[in-house]
């Protein structure tokens, strides 16, 4: 009888085993990217895995040049166009499920939050949306442009305009909890990070405010405009200047750690990533991505590519996205900055990338937005993506049933 019931235990271990095994092939296999940057301390990290080739999966014409960067939800890649309007698209497909007209041009990436989507415009407004169905739920004016990647996190909305300050709304009435003013422009995205908020400013200076209430925590000072959004890791934030310099401050204090010149022509407009140890950045218009070491500020490796780069890179597992005004999206070695490969589209490339389920989403100069990863059927499938979540369920029953019968059958022999 002992080992009748060692037998069931045996089986039911096996059941959990399998069913764990299942849940993490599951999670493996999923991926979102809901704002810029991929996520509210704007890292461009994600453990996930990218895409190995630069295969056309579709492309979606607009009818104007794309600066903002795609937001991937639910299936759903959320992008704007100069042509006004903010598209939903369905990720696998590349097939428009909705648009919805901005009002103006703009440079504003979407974020996605709790079903709905926000979004800034040149005509001085933030937008909510539903995320099905492109209906307006609310807008919220401003004194001016809305050039700022919204942040969702608590419930609020955070972004900049160009009347010099930073918006916190309400993320489902619309209706204002604070605002706080700087001295310039405020193009650059939030950051947030244990109840903080991080931002620059055209005032030449960092800020780090209470995300609940606006009091201002701590400002830092560089020797010029900033419009990279800041990146919050390890108690620490990184952020790029027009005065051709990367910063990194201490996150509680703004005390400066370290700064590196990078490039030339006095702007660096790219915003850095984050992963692993490593700082990921653009370098003004020298043409060159950077990585250096996070505590030090010292270069670990430079990629020289066509163009200056804009855009913030995704760094998914063990590689790192960016785009260049060369007309290309490179994807190179996250360790060692060599080439895996390259994209080539018709036009500058100021679209952030953005990473879900192993595709690499981006927009172009030359109107388009790009789906590129692995062709499926080009490679052969890995047991993890053969079989479902539910299959395993289905053997893992099968397995106690054998389990359970045989033990049964010695049971009765005994007897």
């Known amino acids: ?236 934030v990184y952020v790029g200047s027009f005065d051709n310099q990367t910063y990194a401050l201490n996150a509680e204090t703004g005390a400066l750690i370290w700064k590196v010149p990078t490039g030339y022509d006095q702007c660096v407009q790219a915003s850095p990533g984050y992963a692993n140890g490593l700082v990921y950045t653009g370098g003004s218009f020298d043409n060159n991505v950077y990585a250096f070491d996070a505590s030090t500020g010292a270069t670990k490796w430079h990629f020289t590519t066509g163009g200056g780069i804009f855009t913030a890179p995704a760094i998914v597992g063990k590689a790192e996205y960016v785009g260049s005004l060369d007309n290309r999206t490179y994807a190179l070695n996250a360790r060692t900055g060599t080439l895996i490969w390259s994209y080539q589209t018709g036009g500058n490339v100021y679209s952030s990338p953005a990473v879900a389920n192993g595709v690499l989403y981006f927009g172009s100069y030359d109107h388009n937005i790009y789906a590129v990863g692995q062709k499926p059927g080009n490679t052969a499938p890995s047991t993890s993506t053969v079989l479902s979540t539910v299959d395993y369920y289905l053997i893992a029953i099968v397995v106690l049933i054998v389990v359970i019968a045989l033990a049964i059958m010695v049971l009765r022999k005994r007897r």
Do not use: R
Not at 100 to 121: E, H, K, M, Q, R
């Open 1 to 236: 009888m002992k080992k009748f019931y060692g037998s069931v235990i045996v089986a039911i271990l096996c059941l959990l085993f399998v069913s764990s095994f299942a849940l993490t092939v599951n999670a493996q296999t999923t991926g979102s990217w809901p704002m810029f940057h991929g996520n509210m301390s704007h890292t461009g990290y994600s453990n996930g895995s990218g895409p190995s080739s630069n295969q056309t999966l579709w492309v979606f014409k607009t009818n104007g040049e794309i600066w903002s960067s795609p937001a991937v939800a639910d299936g759903i890649v959320y992008v704007a166009s100069f042509d006004k309007n903010l598209y939903a698209i369905n990720a696998t497909t590349g097939t428009e499920i909705w648009s919805y007209p901005l009002g103006g041009i703009t440079f504003s990436s979407p974020a996605v939050a709790n079903d709905l989507v926000y979004i800034g415009s040149n005509n001085n407004n933030l937008y909510s949306l539903d995320a099905s169905t492109g209906a307006l739920v609310w807008k919220y004016t401003t004194g001016n442009a809305v050039q700022s990647n919204p942040t969702v996190s608590g419930g609020i909305v955070y972004f900049g305009s160009s009347d010099d300050k930073l918006y916190a709304v309400n993320a489902v009435s619309g209706l204002s909890v604070w605002n706080f003013t700087t001295g310039g422009n405020v193009i650059s995205s939030v950051a947030l990070s244990n109840g903080k908020v991080y931002f620059g400013s055209y005032d030449h200076k960092i800020y780090a405010l209470d995300a609940a209430t606006g009091a201002e925590k701590w400002n830092f000072t560089t020797g010029s405009v900033i419009q990279s959004s800041p990146v919050v890791a390890d108690g620490n």
